[in-house]
């Protein structure tokens, strides 16, 4: 019986000296390898931005999903931005999942690591190279004013100098009201002088603003092209005053302080949308969103110019 007892603790130890020796599984040492691990991708967006992206009010969380409680499965948001992170994380063999966060907090980097990516129309400027790396764009937007409909004494958009202005806060239309807007590789022509401007969390609520009757809080929106003219087809009393003022070459976003090593992670999804454009995956969605192709132009974009990393 003691040689029995001798016999079970020897093995005992035994089998804790080779677990000790196993080897031990290493951590990930860039961030497309622990995304890639983990198995799913971690989106930033704004849930108010049609038609680039808005929560599904009545859609369930999917079942047996990766994603975080915190986060949104795919089925639970619409839109361009939201269908191009979800081809985004096919192509990298992973679930896409959703984080809604504030505009302000997005663009102004140091994430914590909270989420990977945003993919939410986001203009590539000098300022925000600070704080973030920028994927190859996806697609370009023109910038253009909306007035309310019955109105006749602007023209053009330099009519809307001194009035009041409204647009989302801190975001490239904020800049430009400003006169300090700055985009690689264009030169922007300020037409509109001491604006007074109103800001917005999203550009939807100063358009809902502008609704309620010319100058009654608004006198103009600056906004995307598209989503002024997808107001104006769902109904809303607006028209578009003149040319666009300037255009946007609109790109993936990812934080610079972010761990471990962003910049794999960045390199494959400018690959990946890079392949989204070759093969008229973007192409299909702008058609499907916008009616006409706002993606081509965006692949001609030359990313090595920003010279982001060494």
């Known amino acids: 019986m003691k040689k029995t007892y001798i ?10 000296i080779l677990a000790s020796c196993a080897p031990k599984a290493s951590a990930p040492t860039n961030k497309l390898d622990e995304i890639l691990a983990r198995g799913y991708l971690l989106v930033s967006t ?38 191009v992170a979800v081809a985004i994380a096919n192509k990298l063999g992973v679930e896409p999942c959703f984080l809604t ?20 129309s986001m203009t590539i400027t000098p300022e925000r190279m600070t704080k973030l790396y920028f994927t190859q764009p996806y697609y370009t937007t ?7 409909k019955d109105n006749t004494s602007y023209t053009q958009p330099s009519d809307l100098s001194g009035k009041k202005i409204g647009a989302c806060t801190g975001c490239t239309y904020d800049a430009y009201l400003s006169g300090s807007l700055q985009i690689p590789g264009e030169t922007i022509n300020y037409v ?17 603003d502008l609704a309620l009757g010319d100058g009654v809080r608004l006198d103009a929106v600056l906004t995307a092209q598209p ?12 028209r578009q005053l003149g040319d666009p003022v300037y255009f946007e070459y609109l790109a993936g976003a990812v934080d610079k302080a972010s761990t471990p090593d962003p910049v794999p992670f960045l390199k494959k999804v400018s690959e990946v949308i890079n392949g989204l454009n070759t093969d008229g995956t973007l192409l299909t969605l702008s058609q499907k ?16 110019a920003l010279a982001q990393w060494p």
């Open 7 to 16: 016999a079970i603790v020897m093995l005992i130890i035994f089998s804790f």
């Open 46 to 83: 704004d849930p108010a931005y049609p038609p680039q992206s808005q929560l599904v009010e009545t859609a369930q969380r999917t079942a047996g999903t990766k994603c975080p409680s915190d986060a949104q499965t795919a089925n639970q948001m619409e839109g361009f931005d939201i269908d």
């Open 101 to 120: 966060i504030a505009w302000d907090l997005i663009t102004a980097g140091n994430w914590a690591n909270r989420w990977d990516l945003s993919i939410g």
């Open 142 to 148: 023109p910038a253009a004013f909306f007035i309310y």
């Open 192 to 208: 509109v002088k001491d604006a007074k401007f109103m800001g917005y969390e999203t550009d939807l609520y100063a358009l809902q």
């Open 227 to 238: 989503t002024g003219q997808n107001e104006i087809n769902k109904g809303q009393p607006f």
């Open 289 to 304: 969103y916008y009616g006409i192709d706002l993606t081509t132009a965006a692949k001609a974009f030359d990313l090595a």
